[in-house]
């Protein structure tokens, strides 16, 4: 019998939709560039929380497993 999936952690990154590199450049890029948009118009508190979400974001990327994600996403679809 199959193990049911386990359930997912809040922000967590580590899955197999960003296992190609662009896209986690995309969304560690995106909310950066986005904060700097927002302090350029004078919102330092959303430029602040899109930053700290850039930055948290390029922290989990760093630190993820990515092979292991590969490894379990191949897993997945070999028992489809």
Known sequence: MKA???????????????????????AAV??????FFEIANGEAFWGIIFLGLGGMATYKFITA??????AQAKEEKRGK
């Open 30 to 35: 995106v909310p950066v560039l986005w904060a």
């Open 4 to 26: 049911p999936p386990s359930k997912p952690k809040f922000f967590d990154l580590a899955v197999p939709f960003f296992l190609p590199m662009w896209r986690r450049v995309a």
């Open 65 to 70: 497993d990515w092979e292991a994600v590969a």
